[in-house]
């Protein structure tokens, strides 16, 4: 079957499954996957050392742009575009990094300076959805978490590259990986500008006070692309919080609830800019649990609420550790024909 209108997000689970194999798959992002896709046409794969659950198969998340892409390569940065539409990855080893700060940070510095390079020189300016894994997220080092490392060395990045740090940022999630590791990055950037999308229940991650690290996370909560044929709506990585509070500490089903609220919320206001409504019914989901035990009272709380949508749980380290689930999403709906 060919892939519907638009950017398109398919969870396959062989390297070799057709839908990893058109002309127009954009990029491939692997979990916990040994072997490399078939990697055919040039096709960028980000992999990713997150095991998923509950049975340690491999799992392929491939996007595909509903028209014809080409690939190349800038640096480290490997990336497949469209007209409109960039796809890139890169790894960054931190035992291959030297310079200032921490091996992370100088790892972190590094991959977004390609990143930021790479949208420049091929014109692709807007940042549309980032997804970061570094290893051992939780991890003290020097005296900080090393998400807040990462904080701060992301944040410096961009703001060297003249990028903005509140309100156009990207839509984006920041999770724990294996210790063995490199950094990876993986994007999707546009030559138009999408819409922003914030939530009502939840500070801005890029306002959050000085308690979470010294520098804030720079990402906006969703990031909503209307084209001619199709809107495409990302969720960026979500879990418990409100305001800028963890709730629910130590009670996974509530936490899942909480999660879901706030994923209500971003699609009500996502539902204000668009003219064709976005239902969870209506997206793909990536659910990360923090202890594989969870599983099941995670899955027994979404199914009741998601029915059919496409749902890949994975074993992850979340970026606060008081949260025990975080969930992202997307999906993409045809829009209505003029009359
Ligand atoms: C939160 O809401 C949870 O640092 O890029 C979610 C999505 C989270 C993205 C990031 C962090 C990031 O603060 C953590």
């Known amino acids: 079957m060919r892939a519907p209108l638009g950017l398109h997000l ?5 390297a070799d499954d057709p839908a990893a194999r058109g002309p127009d798959v954009l990029g491939i992002a692997t979990f916990d996957a040994t072997a490399a896709p078939g990697g055919a046409n040039g096709i960028p794969v980000a992999r990713i050392h997150t095991p998923v659950l509950p049975s340690a198969a491999p799992v392929y998340e491939v996007w595909s742009a509903g028209a014809p892409a080409a690939s190349g390569q800038r640096g480290r ?22 310079g200032a700060g921490s091996p992370l940070q100088a790892a972190t510095a590094a991959a977004y300076a390609e990143i930021c390079a790479t949208l420049e020189a091929e014109g692709y ?16 080092a020097n005296g900080t978490e ?14 060297a590259h003249g990028r903005a740090l509140t309100g156009s940022v990207p839509a984006a ?19 138009t500008a999408p819409r922003f999308i ?6 801005s991650a890029y306002h959050y006070p ?48 909480e999660t879901l609220a706030n994923i209500r919320a971003l699609l009500a206001e996502a539902n204000r800019l668009t003219h064709r409504p976005f239902d969870l019914s209506s997206l793909a989901y990536k659910v990360y649990v923090r202890r594989p035990a969870d599983l099941p009272v995670i899955q027994r709380t979404l199914t009741e609420v998601l029915g059919a949508a496409q749902v890949l749980y994975l074993q992850a380290d979340i970026c606060r550790q008081d949260l025990l689930v975080e969930i992202e999403a997307t ?6 024909q003029a009359a």
Do not use: K
């Not at 959805?129 to 003290?140: F, K, Q, S």
């Not at 999630?173 to 999707?188: H, I």
């Not at 999906?331 to 209505?336: D, I, N, Q, S, V």
């Open 125 to 140: 300016p807007h940042l549309l959805r980032v997804w970061n894994y570094l290893p051992d997220i939780n991890r003290d």
């Open 10 to 14: 398919a969870y396959v689970s062989r």
């Open 210 to 257: 000085p308690e979470y690290g010294t520098h804030s996370p720079v990402f906006s909560r969703a990031a909503l692309r209307e084209q001619p044929g199709s809107s495409t709506l990302f969720i960026s990585g979500t879990a418990s919080i409100v305001g800028h509070r963890s709730l629910h500490v130590g009670d996974t089903a509530a936490q899942t609830r």
């Open 331 to 336: 999906g993409t709906r045809p829009l209505a």
């Open 146 to 159: 090393r998400y807040r490392e990462f904080n701060t060395a992301r944040q410096h990045a961009l703001q």
């Open 198 to 203: 914030e939530n009502p229940r939840q500070v």
């Open 173 to 191: 999630s920041a999770l724990g990986s294996g210790s063995a590791s490199p950094l990876v990055v993986y994007f999707l950037a546009s030559r």
């Open 77 to 98: 940065v490997h990336f497949r575009r469209t007209e409109d539409l960039l796809f890139g990855c890169i790894a960054i080893a931190e035992s291959e990094t030297s």
